[in-house]
């Protein structure tokens, strides 16, 4: 079931034709990721031109999806995502009997695939659960460059994701909590369309939350080549 969506509208005066990206914020993980053993960025979420004097608009739906796979590349930063897997899952709500979705992942002939276990519900308010079996180890994910985190859909019909929003390293036999973020950010110029970026690296973002604004949103691009949202 769709909760709402998000609209992102930006209308480009900068003169010049323009790419546009959108990224979402890192989601809470509970427990924590360690910077240190494990990598967690954010990815391209959706992207489109719109050239000179024209207005491109991005929608995303809050239908979440648990994503498992792998880094096709070494260097997490500038990486591709290659996702084996996605499965679609529901948030917790604020109501004690209505726990979010609880997915199991487990190392299948060196895949990190869903296990076809079913589990309880055990997602927190605002969240779903990630559970990782013992069927790999902390080396294998690293040498094996696993990956899990989620994807939301940009199609009303509710069919697939766009790909994933944000992915990390796991452990083996662990339980994550993860709570998508309502900060997404809109950024322009070149990148790669299945790339994960890390945010904190990255140049030229204009942050939209929209914890604390309306559902939909206008930006402008304006002749000085800033982005700003009208207000």
């Known amino acids: 079931m769709i909760l709402y969506t998000y609209a992102i509208v930006v209308e480009n005066d900068t003169g010049s034709s323009q790419t546009y990206t959108i990224l979402q914020e890192r989601p809470h993980i509970s ?40 880094s096709q590349s ?13 499965k679609p899952v ?13 997915v199991l992942v487990s190392a299948i002939d060196g895949t990190l695939q869903f296990d076809e276990m079913e589990l309880p519900a055990g997602g927190f308010q605002n969240s779903f659960e990630i559970r990782t079996s013992n069927t790999f180890t902390s080396e294998e994910a690293k040498e094996n460059k696993y990956m899990v985190g989620f994807g939301v859909s940009v199609s009303n019909t509710n069919e697939e994701s766009n790909g994933p929003s ?66």
Not at 46 to 61: D, G, H, S, W
Not at 185 to 211: C, M, P, Q, R, W
């Open 90 to 102: 529901t948030l917790g709500t604020t109501s004690s009997d209505s726990p979010g979705s609880t």
């Open 74 to 86: 070494g260097q997490i930063g500038d990486a591709s995502v290659l996702v084996f897997g996605e």
């Open 166 to 231: 944000s992915l990390f390293t796991p452990e083996p036999n662990k339980t994550y909590q993860i709570n998508p973020s309502t900060v997404l950010y809109l950024t322009y110029g070149s990148y790669a369309k299945d790339g994960v970026i890390d945010i904190s690296k990255a140049e030229k973002l204009l942050k939209i939350n929209f914890d604390v604004t309306k559902e939909r949103v206008t930006v402008i691009h304006d002749a000085d080549n800033e982005p700003s949202i009208q207000t």
């Open 31 to 70: 427990p924590e990721i360690s910077r240190l053993e494990n990598t967690h960025s954010g990815t391209i979420t959706m992207q489109a031109k719109a050239p000179n004097e024209q207005t491109v608009a991005f929608t995303l739906y809050r239908t979440y999806y648990a994503m498992c796979g792998s």
